[in-house]
């Protein structure tokens, strides 16, 4: 029986580990757990906090303070911008991005000639300042039907400036995080590889980019990448240092301005152009952040899957759980610490299915002791009152074994005086009736008092008090069944 148990357990765990393994290579293959992927991330970029502060990158914001300082509404106008282009140029900025969308020309303020020469005089000295400075990419969100980007300046104006346009739009998933870069978005380059482009004066690959686009290996939180007031800029009060051969990011990063989104740092949300700067600064870097192989994963995962699956298989239940849960905990430090060089480990699906083995083991594990319990109960309850058949269990433990050791106990051999003879005269139907009656009622009084049926031989039976759980008051149990009996 105990070699049955031991072979349907095994089986039982072994097949478990095989369904979670082929579940695990369904949830990698269907992406079903992308999502609590991407939280895990999340937490491995809180955990990894701010890092490697860039040098060769700023934003350039336009808040409340700027807006007051200015004294002007917002948005500015055309030659604000130019202003701005014309002093990042004379700093020696290498490139200038402008995560702000210019897409329809300057509204005269009235309807006369002089309004709409002010208004065109606006839009042709931010064209003007573009074409002297050749160094600007310019950023938009919209594509008009034709394909062409939703721009202010036509193709040959932005070609005799040798300025690009680039998509500032994300593609952001689970909670709309802004975790990657795309590659490309409705055909255009993203900002942020229109930028770099720019800036390196090479052509991108998609090397890097997945299905979702790059990972962003952000710098750390909001404020991390350093920042220059948009009015100091203006005013030409700011250093010209700060600038000196960086890519620059112009935007927008007041929160009432709309442009601000949530990160995997979560807390205070980042603004367009931060994260802009981010994504341009992990392209520069050649995208460090990257997903781990897929045979990587499946292998890590199958790994996991196998581990726990012997675990399970201890005798202990509680062993197995342990064991699944310590190995989860090892594939966290092992995932962060992956992390911090530049590899993404998938983790939600070797969790789940590690778990999985872990739960099936322990319920596997209980629903065996249930049964071999209930099995044993069954046979026990035939030769043991209800309170010794519960102390039998729990000193059998999980196993169902008894130990041996040496107890006091009280012997009682019964028989019925003078039935050999009986029997040989009465019919064999009511020989068997009476028997029955008379080894109910003795049975009955023997479990009344605590005893142990040990054997039936004819008419007579062997009972014991005080095993196999010790009766202190075994011999005074024996006796009061002895009376009983006597009585019936």
Do not use: C
């Not at 992927?37 to 060769?56: A, C, Y």
């Not at 994260?275 to 870097?285: D, G, K, Y």
């Not at 009280?410 to 009511?430: H, I, N, Q, W, Y």
């Amino acid at each position: 029986m105990r070699a049955d148990r031991r072979r349907l357990r095994v089986l039982l765990i072994v097949a478990a580990g095989a369904l979670a393994a082929a579940t695990s290579v369904i949830l990698s293959a269907t992406n079903a757990l992308d999502g609590a992927e991407s939280l895990t991330v999340d937490q491995r970029f809180q955990i990894r906090g701010k890092h490697d502060v860039p040098d060769n990158v700023v934003v350039v914001g336009i808040d409340g303070e700027a807006i007051a300082t200015l004294g002007d509404r917002f948005p500015f106008r055309r030659r604000v911008h130019a202003t701005a282009i014309d002093n990042l140029t004379r700093a020696g900025a290498r490139t200038i991005v402008y995560d702000i969308q210019f897409s329809e020309r300057t509204e005269p303020f009235d309807a006369s000639p002089a309004a709409a020469a002010a208004a065109d005089g606006d839009d042709l000295a931010l064209l003007d300042a573009i074409s002297a400075s050749q160094r600007v990419v310019l950023g938009t969100d919209e594509v008009l039907d034709d394909g062409q980007p939703n721009i202010l300046f036509v193709d040959e104006d932005l070609r005799r400036a040798h300025a690009t346009v680039g998509n500032a739009g994300f593609q952001p998933k689970s909670g709309g995080v802004w975790r990657h870069v795309p590659f490309a978005l409705d055909g255009l380059p993203s900002l942020a590889r229109a930028a770099v482009e720019k800036t390196t004066r090479t052509r991108m690959t998609e090397d890097g980019f997945g299905r979702d686009g790059a990972w962003i290996d952000y710098h750390g939180p909001n404020g991390t990448v350093p920042s220059i007031n948009f009015a100091a800029v203006v005013k030409g009060t700011f250093d010209p240092e700060s600038v000196r051969d960086k890519t620059v990011v112009i935007g927008n990063t007041a929160d009432n301005l709309g442009d601000v989104h949530p990160t995997p740092f979560g807390g205070v949300p980042m603004s367009g152009p931060e994260i802009n700067a981010n994504a341009i600064s992990t392209l520069l870097r050649g995208v460090p952040l990257r997903d781990a192989s897929s045979w990587l994963n499946l292998l890590i995962v199958l790994g996991l899957v196998a581990a726990a699956t012997a675990a399970a298989l201890w005798r202990s239940a509680l062993i197995g759980i342990a064991a699944a849960t310590g190995l989860i905990g090892a594939l966290l430090v092992l995932a962060q610490l992956a992390f911090n060089g530049g590899r993404v480990l998938d983790v939600a699906v070797p969790v789940v299915s590690t778990a999985l083995i872990g739960i099936a083991g322990l319920a596997l594990n209980y629903w065996l002791v249930v049964r071999d319990h209930s099995r044993l109960r069954t046979q026990f309850s035939r030769f043991l009152p209800a309170q010794i058949v519960d102390d039998v269990l729990e000193e059998a433990g999980d196993n169902g074994r008894l130990g041996g050791r040496r107890l006091y106990a009280t012997v009682m051999f019964a028989d019925l005086r003078g039935f050999t003879a009986v029997a040989e005269r009465l019919p064999p139907e009511l020989v068997i009736d009476v028997l029955n009656r008379y080894l109910t009622e003795m049975s009955d009084a023997v479990l009344d008092h605590g005893g142990t049926l040990v054997a039936y031989q004819g008419d007579g039976l062997m009972a014991v008090f005080g095993a196999p759980v010790e009766q202190a008051d075994h011999a005074d149990r024996a006796m009061d069944a002895a009376r009983q009996m006597r009585d019936i």
